[in-house]
């Protein structure tokens, strides 16, 4: 054996250390334990009694955290470190891509092999999507409500998730109502003048075939029509945008530009980190993403005016990936 190898050895397994990693870091936001040790140092035993938690199996878990430097362990005493401290803004990131799609990454050879769709955890992805979305999308979205002629009075959140984003929309805006529809939307609201429909986003809209639409009514696609086009097809996409606009004044659609071979994402930071994984996955479920002129090219065949478009903040996400359109009814066009 050469003396190189564990070297390469080393080098060869960083991502299976990243894979558990990540599996480690989402366990410790849903286990509770992130909030229990975020309170201060404290005694493992006491943490495990608190969460009901098998002390021994949690002082192991804890363990390894902290050979990896999320937590520090003197004695039987466990606190966060800097390190682990900061993941608690990230937490997001971690729902979607590790609790809404683990399972989907553990299916690439069915898929590959032609044994239909990989699978996912539908809560997650919502759970962690609209956290990402307080981010970017929530931002983005209200940048595109600033160009609305008037505040809307009521707002559809088509394939709305948890609500949270609905939520925050609406109350940053001062609208009066909400509506969110999704298939695992919440069965009720705490919110005052927000109410959910379990149903999908086609379904919906189908069910109200109005003639004129209520100009401070306006309905919102966030990431959805990626789903739409690769479940039910281009028609049923343009049927739902021109279906929205008859209910609404406008609509506010989010997509994510399909660039996986542009080499000036790829090698951008986030790129790798964040899109690379998000095109594959994408690649693996009932999702399709398109590029920025598909969407455009949909939408002027869909009888919509673009009223403006805008990328996230740089701050944030400095790609120019994710994309923002706000549409209204073209004039002399009937959708």
Not at 28 to 56: C, H, I, K, M, N
Not at 69 to 74: A, G, K, N
Not at 224 to 247: I, M, P, T
Not at 310 to 331: C, H, P
């Amino acid at each position: 054996m050469d003396e190189g190898f564990e070297l390469r050895l080393i080098e060869a397994l960083q991502p299976v250390r990243g894979f558990a990693l990540a599996q480690g870091i989402h366990h410790l936001f849903t286990s509770g334990l992130y909030e229990r040790v975020a309170a201060g140092p404290q005694r493992v035993a006491d943490v495990a009694d608190s969460l009901e938690l098998d002390p021994s199996r949690t002082a192991g878990f804890l363990r390894y955290l902290a050979n990896e430097d999320y937590v520090t362990l003197s004695g039987d005493i466990v606190a966060l470190t800097d390190k682990g401290r900061a993941l608690g803004a990230y937490r997001p990131w971690y729902e979607l891509l590790v609790g809404g799609y683990a399972e989907t990454f553990q299916q690439v050879t069915d898929v590959l092999r032609g044994k239909g769709y990989a699978s996912r955890d539908g809560r997650m992805v919502g759970v962690g999507s609209c956290g990402i979305s307080a981010f970017d999308a929530l931002p983005l979205v209200r940048e595109l409500v600033s160009d609305l002629p008037a505040a809307p009075t009521s707002v559809v959140d088509l394939g709305c998730g948890d609500g949270t984003f609905l939520t925050d929309l609406v109350d940053g805006t001062g609208t009066a109502t909400g509506i969110g529809v999704d298939p695992f939307a919440p069965e009720t609201s705490a919110v005052a003048g927000i109410s959910f429909v379990r149903s999908g986003a086609t379904d919906f809209v189908r069910r109200d075939t109005r003639d004129d639409p209520d100009p401070s009514r306006l309905f919102l696609a966030a990431f959805l029509l990626q789903e739409v086009l690769e479940q039910e097809g281009r028609g049923a996409v343009v049927e739902l945008v021109r279906g929205a606009l008859r209910q609404g004044g406008h609509l506010a659609v989010v997509e994510v530009d399909h660039r996986p071979a542009d080499p000036r994402v790829m090698r951008h930071g986030l790129g790798l980190a964040y899109y690379n994984p998000y095109y594959l996955l994408h690649v693996l479920t009932e999702q399709r993403l398109e590029t920025d002129e598909f969407w455009q090219e949909l939408f002027e065949e869909a009888g919509a005016r673009l009223v403006s478009r805008r990328l996230v903040d740089v701050r944030v996400d400095s790609t120019g990936l994710e994309v923002g359109y706000l549409l209204t009814r073209r004039e002399g066009d009937e959708p």
